[in-house]
């Protein structure tokens, strides 16, 4: 189904473009997200009408994204969490779980806005991205620990895996599954 993008998709396309998609991906998330529109021939020319507004106003998110993003710059959150002897959880971190503790440090996110690969079942620092807008998206640390003390000890020893880009390694929230010293090895 080929349908027009009305914002930019991570690895499918920018806003304008389009693309080709599985019926049902556009039928259950694009096309009710608004995020796309069925490629017709009515639709291509109202959105070519419409294209300079849509960027405006997708500019105009943007920069309020960029702003936002600013008070994101070294968040790192600390969830406390029971874990074993060889750091393995005994749950595990969701998205749910970041962004309920990134609002409680006075940031506003919904847990649709935490990109997760996979829930975060391991002790130690694990780099989360944050979708503030499709075109910002941010880096921040969770802080997954057994007490407030190992937290803080955490942080001190393995500063270092903070700066590991996640968006070169997807899946870098604790994909390793060796436990926090695997990160620092």
Known sequence: MEVILLQRIEKLGQMGDVVNVKPGFARNYLLPQKKAIRATESNRARFEQQRAQLEAINLERRRDAEAMARKFEGLSVVLLRQAAENGQLYGSVSARDIADAVT????????????????????????????????????ITANVAKSEEEAEAQMTTEAPAEETPAEATPGAEGASGEGPSAETA
């Open 104 to 139: 409680e440090q006075g940031i506003k996110i919904t847990r649709s806005q935490v990109l997760m690969d996979r829930p975060i079942k391991t002790l130690g620092l694990h780099s989360v991205r944050i979708e503030l807008h499709p075109e910002v998206i941010v880096s």
